[in-house]
Nanobody
Framework: QVQLVESGGGLVQAGGSLRLSCAAS????????MGWYRQAPGNQRELVAT???????DYADSVKGRFTISRENNKNTVYLQMNSLKPEDTDVYYC????????????????WGQGTHVTVSS
């Protein structure tokens, strides 16, 4: 079984920074795309940023220029550096990973972390 464990959320003032981390563990062949989504109560989960195994990244327009996604493939870990935080960035942030379970298969599964709270005060 694959687990994604997030850390790094918390309370910060507007204009501040936080760094989220997410480590994948378990038995699998490779991790393809990793990413971060966020969700407020009553809202749909929305994409924040993704990064491929080749480190090609993509961002939501609302975070471009403020957030940076990165990964360490040898640690199965993805990070989200969040700068210039705004109150509207307050959400639960979820890590996700698309994983190939074993060598030689085209089958992949998407996994999610349990979520970490980010609160930005004005």
């Amino acid at each position: 079984q694959v687990q994604l464990v997030e850390s790094g959320g918390g309370l910060v003032q507007a204009g501040g920074s936080l760094r989220l981390s997410c480590a994948a563990s378990g038995t699998f062949f490779s991790i393809n795309t990793m990413g971060w989504y966020r969700q407020a109560p009553g809202n749909q989960r929305e994409l924040v940023a993704t990064i491929t195994s080749g480190r090609n990244s993509d961002y939501a327009d609302s975070v471009k220029g403020r957030f940076t996604i990165s990964r360490e493939n040898n640690k199965n870990t993805v990070y989200l550096q969040m700068n210039s935080l705004k109150p509207e960035d307050t959400d639960v942030y979820y890590c996700t990973a698309v994983i190939t379970p074993r060598y030689g298969t085209a089958y992949t599964s998407q996994y999610w972390g349990q979520g970490t709270h980010v609160t930005v005060s004005s």
